[in-house]
């Protein structure tokens, strides 16, 4: 059974940092794109951040851009998202998912997360 498990959220004051983890496990994920996506209340869900199955290419939101990094370590199935300079509109539950089967930015995406829920206050 696939899964990928989120880890790192938490409350942190606006201009602090935060540093989120998501696990693969039951299968290799080493070929496959990944993605981080969050949802704040009342909104839907949208994305954050991508990165190749290379590490060759990565892409952001322009709500992140400068702020947030995504990465990878194949050995460890593991992909990160280090976000610096946290706002309070950054409060969300953060998603992770793998393998896009559609534009990247979308929510086409064959694996998702649980989630892990960030707040930032003010």
């Known amino acids: 059974q696939v899964q990928l498990v989120e880890s790192g959220g938490g409350l942190v004051q606006a201009g602090g940092s935060l540093r989120l983890s998501c696990v693969a496990s039951?299968?290799?994920?080493?070929?496959?794109?990944m993605g981080w996506f969050r949802q704040a209340p009342g909104k839907e869900r949208e994305f954050v951040a991508f990165i190749s199955w290379s590490i060759s290419s990565t892409y952001y939101a322009d709500s992140v851009k400068g702020r947030f990094t995504i990465s990878r370590d194949n050995a460890k199935n593991t992909v990160y998202l280090q976000m610096n300079s946290l706002k309070p509109e950054d409060t969300a539950v953060y998603y992770c998912a793998a393998r896009p089967w559609g534009r990247y930015y979308r929510n086409e995406y064959e694996y998702w997360g649980q989630g892990t829920q960030v707040t930032v206050s003010s």
């Open positions: 039951g299968r290799t994920f080493r070929s496959d794109a």
